[in-house]
């Protein structure tokens, strides 16, 4: 599922609270703000405009100081912003656009929302990239202005800075001391991969490169005859090159200190204009799959001083990218010695995320009895359902979002040359056909009870799966049944769920909130070297 790095800001209270979200009687007039091009571009621009309201007293009271600087969605807490869309084709300097906000919106129309003073920014997602990253480099922003709704007239917002581009070298200000550092450190030893394939720039017309950067350990000689164990490491949804840095310092610094074995680490960026393609072979992403396997990892092994035999690579990636490591191993058995998969997206259908595809009527909203799917949760507490993330998404934009990624990864191409959805946006129904199409291509439970016979002998106890028993997206239930299916075939694999851990502390083992990947690494480098007499420092007491 997601890894999602939105900047947001985060509310006490939740726009949608009680009866106060309880629309009028009669249909209100349809609000209308007016949006202008200021000194954010000297050029006309062209994307998505969004515009975000949330209430004004809860935003201020939970900012820092009482000065909010940004307002935004954010998809953990869907309601607490009110956001409007609209496209924009061409907006010169000095012009102005209207959006209707109660057109395009979510959770509501404007007009309905409770009298009172609110926060509101305008945003241009010139990329259309806002469903993936949140706001970025390039795009156009407002100021955040304080009104009272309902206005009279028309609001006018200016859009008159454009953000900047962020050094993934520079660590943040809410970084540890010493990040800096330990960044500037890794990046002497991390090389940029800038690969242009053939079968990927073959299916789309134009050249695909694939991205990544290679860590390489201490000591590393190019000239020398020692290889190294390889680990290829896939981010979680949100996740792409520039936001992987941080973890690959971690990973220098942690083998450095002799907290990890020497490896090189394949940082793998899995991101696209569609979401995460998952490394996986589609008819509407590419052949991902095979680009990695036939065409970049032989570029790589002729490269570096890699062990190049199936018990020298490994993968490791967390939500989607645990997926991607799951999906790459159970495809591609005998190229890889084994997967370190953690909190993975469903890979049994029959739990997608709380709901059963396979079921008879199945709603992606609506369970039999009427009450809502979650799809959200902190522990025991409900933070927001299937529906208000798919509607939220619909809003933001019609690419990149985590529930159509998932089409564009899984689902036949349609008339209209996109995806065709598994779900209907209004309603919540489940279309059988799409999801049959699904279980034969990519359910990996299914494959695996389906082909156990000729996988058995390369697959056979490569699969290691560790996932929370409180997983913020419900992805322990998956799991669970990709156990059942494997413990009935008498496989041999590795299921670990961590008692009342969540997507986000999973790797937390006392204060080191890298210790699984820690654990893992040595897990990888013993299978890989067992008669090394290197092993893990014992753990502090």
């Not at 970084?175 to 550092?181: D, V």
Request: hydrophobic letters at 40%; a neutral charge.
């Amino acid at each position: 599922m997601r890894d999602r790095r939105f900047v947001v800001v985060l509310l006490c209270s939740s726009l949608l609270a009680g009866a106060a979200w309880a629309g009028p009687a009669a249909p209100a007039a349809h609000r209308q703000f007016r949006v202008e091009l200021g000194g954010a571009s000297a050029q006309p621009v062209s994307g998505r405009l969004l515009l975000f309201a949330t209430e004004a007293r809860a935003a201020e009271a939970a900012a820092k100081g009482g000065k909010v600087e940004e307002v935004d969605a954010n998809p953990f807490r869907a309601t607490q912003t009110a956001v409007a869309a609209r496209e924009v084709s061409r907006l010169a300097p000095r012009e102005g656009v209207d959006i209707d906000t109660d057109g395009l919106a979510f959770p509501t129309g404007y007009s309905q929302l409770p009298p009172g003073d609110y926060l509101v920014q305008a945003v241009l997602d010139v990329d259309h990239s806002y469903n993936y990253t949140g706001r970025g480099a390039g795009d156009l922003v407002s100021a955040v202005v304080k009104l009272h709704l309902p206005a009279a007239g028309t609001p006018t917002l200016t859009l008159d800075k454009a953000l900047p581009a962020r050094d993934p070298w520079k660590a943040s200000a809410s970084a540890p001391e010493g990040m800096q550092a330990a960044l500037d450190e890794a990046r002497r030893h991390a090389e940029p991969i800038d690969f242009a394939s053939p079968s990927l720039s073959a299916f789309w017309g134009r050249p695909i490169a694939m991205r990544g950067r290679v860590l390489l350990p201490p000591g590393y000689d190019a000239g020398a005859a020692v290889r190294y164990p390889t680990v290829y490491y896939t981010q979680g949804f949100g996740g792409n090159n520039d936001r992987v840095t941080g973890v690959l310092a971690n990973v220098y610094a942690a083998m450095a200190k002799g907290e990890m074995p020497p490896m090189i680490w394949v940082f793998l960026d899995e991101s696209s204009p569609t979401g995460t393609h998952e490394f996986a072979d589609s008819v509407n992403n590419g052949p991902w799959g095979h680009a990695l396997t036939e065409e970049l990892i032989p570029q790589l092994e002729a490269k570096y001083r890699m062990d190049a035999r199936p018990q020298g690579r490994f993968l490791n990636g967390h939500s989607s990218g645990g997926w991607a490591t799951l999906w790459l191993q159970t495809r591609y058995p005998k190229l890889f010695g084994g997967t370190w998969s953690t909190a993975p997206d469903p890979s049994d259908f029959h739990d997608f995320t709380g709901v059963d595809l396979y079921a008879p009527d199945a709603n992606a909203y609506r369970r039999p009895d009427g009450t809502a799917i979650p799809l959200v949760r902190d522990h025991g507490k409900v933070l927001g359902t299937f529906e208000q993330f798919a509607r939220l998404e619909r809003v933001l934009g019609d690419y990149g979002g985590q529930l159509a990624s998932f089409e564009w990864v899984f689902s036949p191409r349609g008339k209209d040359g996109r995806p065709q959805p598994m779900f209907d946006r209004d309603t919540g129904a489940v279309d059988p056909a799409v999801v049959a199409y699904w279980r034969d291509h990519y359910d990996i439970a299914h494959r695996v009870k389906t082909n156990w016979a000729a996988l058995k002998p390369d697959l056979d106890g490569k699969i290691h799966l560790i996932v929370g028993t409180a997983d913020t997206f419900y992805l322990d239930g998956a799991a669970h049944r990709f156990k059942a299916v494997l413990d009935g075939l008498h496989a041999k694999a590795d299921f670990r769920f961590l008692p009342d851990r969540t997507h986000g502390d999973l790797y937390v083992q006392g204060k080191d909130r890298q210790g699984l990947l820690k654990q893992i690494s040595w897990e990888m480098y013993a299978l890989a070297r067992p008669g090394s007499k290197l092993k893990p420092p014992k753990a502090a007491p």
